[in-house]
T-cell receptor, first 112, second 115 residues
Framework: QKEVEQNSGPLSVPEGAIASLNCTYSDRGSQSFFWYRQYSGKSPELIMF????GDKEDGRFTAQLNKASQYVSLLIRDSQPSDSATYLC????????????FGTGTRLTIIP | DTGVSQNPRHKITKRGQNVTFRCDPI?????LYWYRQTLGQGPEFLTY????????KSRLLSDRFSAERPKGSFSTLEIQRTEQGDSAMYLCASSFGTAMNTEAFFGQGTRLTVV
């Protein structure tokens, strides 16, 4: 079992709709979680991080964390074609050590 | 540009040759990470420096791989006797601080192709 698991997709969502991306993790020692967006051939770009149970909102993005269920999600509201990318979920174990354990990523396509 | 800088951006090498990549982190960032990413996979951790000290190495980092950060600033990653399986994107990231919300900033990566 991979430490961080994501559905590889592709996930297709109509423009303007809500895209929902999910991630589960097996290491209960993971303290915080990160969502990165990666365009083809480019490096990962941080969208959001979350370390407390519940929701965290930033503009069109909402991250959700449920430590009891070991589940992390990212919602993208009002999806735009520019949101089409691979979304990587990553967990981090220790404070001050940014060693990240990544999932394989979910490829998201926004259909105009 | 004050972001993480990696050079070269692309490298094609013949199997068996040695290659070296360079990473210049964001200035004042004391932590530096190397990751490797193959097609269709997420980045995999290779090694981590705090200042000039290499604090952690992944089992992925075989004895053909060596990384240095001699003065706590830039870092180099060398691969000796390259193999086709080494073909990947090599990503460098840097960070500073110990707060829970410290984030790592990635460079643009070096894409290695071993032929």
């Amino acid at each position: 079992q991979k430490e961080v698991e994501q559905n590889s997709g592709p996930l297709s969502v109509p423009e303007g709709a809500i895209a929902s991306l999910n991630c589960t993790y097996s290491d209960r020692g993971s303290q915080s979680f990160f969502w990165y967006r990666q365009y083809s051939g480019k490096s990962p770009e941080l969208i959001m991080f979350i370390y407390s149970n519940g929701d965290k909102e930033d503009g069109r993005f909402t991250a959700q964390l449920n430590k009891a269920s070991q589940y992390v999600s990212l919602l993208i509201r009002d999806s735009q074609p520019s949101d089409s990318a691979t979304y990587l979920c990553a967990g981090r174990r220790d404070f001050g050590n940014e060693k990240l354990t990544f999932g394989t990523g979910t490829r998201l396509t926004i259909i105009p | 540009d004050t972001g993480v800088s990696q050079n070269p951006r692309h490298k094609i090498t013949k199997r068996g040759q040695n290659v070296t990549f360079r990473c210049d982190p964001i200035s004042e960032h004391n932590r530096l990470y190397w990751y490797r990413q193959t097609l269709g996979q997420g980045p995999e951790f290779l090694t981590y420096f705090q200042n000039e000290a290499q604090l952690e190495k992944s089992r992925l980092l075989s004895d053909r791989f060596s990384a240095e950060r001699p003065k706590g600033s830039f870092s180099t990653l060398e691969i000796q006797r390259t193999e086709q399986g080494d073909s990947a994107m090599y990503l460098c990231a840097s960070s500073f601080g110990t707060a829970m919300n410290t984030e790592a900033f990635f460079g643009q990566g070096t894409r290695l192709t071993v032929v």
